[in-house]
T-cell receptor
Framework: DGGITQSPKYLFRKEGQNVTLSCEQN?????MYWYRQDPGQGLRLIYY???????QKGDIAEGYSVSREKKESFPLTVTSAQKNPTAFYLC??????????????FGDGTRLSIL | QKEVEQDPGPLSVPEGAIVSLNCTYS??????FMWYRQYSRKGPELLMY????GNKEDGRFTAQVDKSSKYISLFIRDSQPSDSATYLC????????????FGKGTKLTVNP
């Protein structure tokens, strides 16, 4: 089945540790996104990528890093510089069309907690 | 004023009721409007996707967009317990723009 796979479902981070969240899609979508969801805050954009080897900062990029070496994959690293990393992280993807805005489709998220 | 405002609820209705969920927005450049449904501990699932003003119907769901009032609605007819979820509105501007702006979500419970 086509879709977006995020792993792991749950992740725990120790103080001073970097952790990487995986996102893979087999929808042949060009664009991929990372969001953070906190209770009562809605979804906030961390990073997005429209094509391979290119990505842009979203609204809350500080303390995060990404790479886009393959069309199917867009991993997110939560660095030790992110002081409040506990949240639900969502990856999304969409087709890219210069003339219309294609809807985004989401994975089932990774819940990150601090030990 | 926030770009997108959505009443967080919670909203509790009996099974079979008609549910109305709403968002208002301030950016007149928004042209693409979406509603997502999110079950607990799951990712958002796209329910409705509309362009510009007007109505769109899909089964028990109807999305309405009134650009003159900067107001969008999602109606759920004959609501079911399985509709219990958080509903998120989202919107974006011109074609080719991938950035979505989300409302904070409305939590809906449909009681059997």
């Amino acid at each position: 089945d086509g879709g977006i796979t995020q792993s792991p479902k749950y992740l725990f981070r120790k103080e001073g540790q970097n952790v990487t969240l995986s996102c893979e899609q087999n929808l042949n979508h060009d664009a991929m996104y990372w969001y953070r969801q906190d209770p009562g805050q809605g979804l906030r954009l961390i990073y997005y990528s429209q094509i391979v080897n290119d990505f842009q900062k979203g609204d809350i990029a500080e303390g995060y890093s990404v790479s886009r070496e393959k069309k199917e994959s867009f991993p997110l690293t939560v660095t030790s510089a992110q002081k409040n990393p506990t949240a639900f992280y969502l990856c999304a993807s969409s087709k890219r069309d210069l003339y219309s805005n294609q809807p985004q489709h989401f994975g089932d998220g990774t819940r990150l907690s601090i030990l | 004023q926030k770009e997108v405002e959505q009443d967080p609820g919670p909203l509790s209705v009996p099974e079979g009721a008609i549910v109305s969920l709403n968002c208002t927005y301030s950016n007149s450049a928004f042209q693409y409007f979406m509603w997502y449904r999110q079950y607990s501990r799951k990712g958002p699932e796209l329910l409705m996707y509309t362009y510009s003003s007007g109505n769109k119907e899909d089964g028990r769901f109807t999305a309405q967009v009134d650009k003159s009032s900067k107001y969008i609605s999602l109606f759920i007819r004959d609501s079911q317990p399985s509709d219990s979820a958080t509903y998120l509105c989202a919107m974006s501007a011109q074609g080719g723009s991938e950035k979505l702006v989300f409302g904070k979500g409305t939590k809906l419970t449909v009681n059997p």
